[in-house]
């Protein structure tokens, strides 16, 4: 099949930077990698990009298609060929470009080491010198944390990062979260002390580009999300992020609506929310927000509080109950599909 790209090339000793297109004939399960391969093999060596395992483990081949992170190895070009279309391919963002598809990958490493990649167990040694034995559901909290490859792709795509290079970022976040949640690790409330520091867990904007990108289902926005958890479940909330977060566990409970009016003095105190008030009033006047009293009470709030108690009656806390959450909406999808084949 004939597989035709655009690839942005640049050498950022020189600055040149131009977009080129090339074609080649490649066989019809050739992967993006493959297409590249041929491209350097027959119409220039000198096109630079990563690769090494070619089967999606090693986390070298990260690149954009199309404005989207990508495993080049694991994409197929088939059905871009079929289409007849040509898809422009750059280098991954928020990393400096070295040159054409490679970026220097040191700021990524900085961020993986901030957050002490390693199990730190103490003194705590399991008697008579035996293996640690930990239950199944434990490890299922950091199950998908220890799928990362250290790719990149998250980190590519992170919006927050976009906009303060200093943000911890997704891939170090999972990192951090697979220790966290580790029953062996004996550093788990310092780790989230620091992980609870500017430019740390609340910063994430919860763009969910992270999870759309990541090729392994590592899922780096739940593992924040977990972080987040197990900071409230030991007491760490003093970021306006958990507060915010606490509020709206409050409401729901209470009024069976989150109470958006209510939220700025509830995680910013009445000061900042006093220099808001005129902001506020350009909203209420458009209708953008409903008046603060009486508070709305939904019509069946009791079903908000008798969920609420609950899941406090089950006592899963923290991470756990996030995973927890996690499978609950599975089975409703699963339980949902179902349905739709019986009624078909
Ligand atoms: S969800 Fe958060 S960590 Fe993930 S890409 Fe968006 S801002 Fe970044
Ligand atoms: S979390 Fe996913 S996208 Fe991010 S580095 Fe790990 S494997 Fe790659
Ligand atoms: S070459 Fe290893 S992941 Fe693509």
């Given at each position: 099949m004939?597989?035709?790209?655009?690839?942005?090339?640049?050498?950022?000793?020189?600055?040149?930077?131009?977009?080129?297109?090339?074609?080649?004939?490649?066989?019809?399960?050739?992967?993006?990698?493959?297409?590249?391969?041929?491209v350097k093999d027959r119409h220039d060596g000198s096109l630079a990009y990563r690769k090494s395992c070619r089967m999606m483990i090693c986390g070298s081949c990260g690149m954009r298609m199309d404005g989207a992170a990508v495993l080049a190895c694991k994409v197929r070009m088939y059905d871009v060929?079929?289409?007849?279309?040509?898809?422009?391919?750059?280098?991954?963002?928020?990393?400096?470009?070295?040159?054409?598809?490679v970026v220097d990958m040191d700021p990524f490493w900085?961020?993986?080491?901030?957050?002490?990649?390693?199990?730190?167990?103490?003194?705590?040694?399991?008697?008579?010198?035996?293996?640690?034995?930990?239950?199944?559901?434990?490890?299922?909290?950091?199950?998908?944390?220890?799928?990362?490859?250290?790719?990149?792709l998250c980190v590519s795509e992170c919006n927050s990062m976009e906009s303060d290079p200093r943000f911890v970022g997704p891939q170090a976040l999972a990192?951090?979260?697979?220790?966290?949640?580790?029953?062996?690790?004996?550093?788990?409330?310092?780790?989230?002390?620091?992980?609870n520091g500017e430019h740390g867990i609340w910063q994430c904007t919860r763009c969910y580009f992270c999870n759309e990108?990541?090729?392994?289902?590592?899922?780096?926005?739940?593992?924040?999300?977990?972080?987040?958890?197990?900071?409230?479940?030991?007491?760490?909330?003093?970021?306006?992020?958990?507060?915010?977060?606490?509020w709206f566990v409050h409401s729901a409970k209470t009024t069976g609506w989150l109470r958006e009016t209510e939220l700025v003095p509830k995680t910013q105190g009445v000061v900042s929310a006093l220099q808001q008030t005129k902001f506020a009033l350009s909203l209420a006047k458009r209708?953008?927000?409903?008046?603060?009293?009486?508070?709305?009470?939904?019509?069946?709030?009791?079903?908000?509080?008798?969920?609420?108690e609950v899941v406090k009656a089950r006592g899963v806390k923290g991470a756990a109950g996030i995973v927890q959450g996690e499978r609950a909406l599975s089975r409703i999808e699963h339980t949902n599909h179902d349905q739709e084949k019986t009624e078909e």
């Open positions: 004939q597989v035709a790209l655009k690839i942005w090339r640049y050498d950022a000793a020189t600055g040149d930077k131009a977009l080129r297109e090339y074609e080649v004939d490649a066989p019809e399960e050739a992967t993006l990698l493959d297409c590249l391969d041929l060929a079929q289409e007849g279309r040509v898809p422009v391919i750059s280098a991954m963002g928020n990393l400096p470009i070295v040159k054409d598809l900085d961020k993986f080491r901030s957050v002490d990649p390693y199990l730190q167990p103490g003194y705590q040694e399991p008697p008579d010198g035996r293996e640690h034995l930990i239950r199944q559901e434990r490890m299922n909290v950091i199950h998908k944390e220890a799928l990362c490859i250290n790719c990149g990192k951090a979260m697979r220790f966290v949640g580790d029953p062996r690790d004996g550093q788990k409330l310092a780790r989230l002390e620091k992980l990108r990541c090729p392994k289902g590592v899922d780096p926005r739940d593992a924040i999300a977990k972080l987040g958890a197990e900071s409230i479940a030991e007491g760490i909330d003093r970021d306006m992020g958990a507060k915010h977060a606490n209708g953008k927000v409903p008046p603060p009293f009486p508070p709305h009470v939904a019509e069946n709030v009791q079903e908000a509080r008798a969920l609420y």
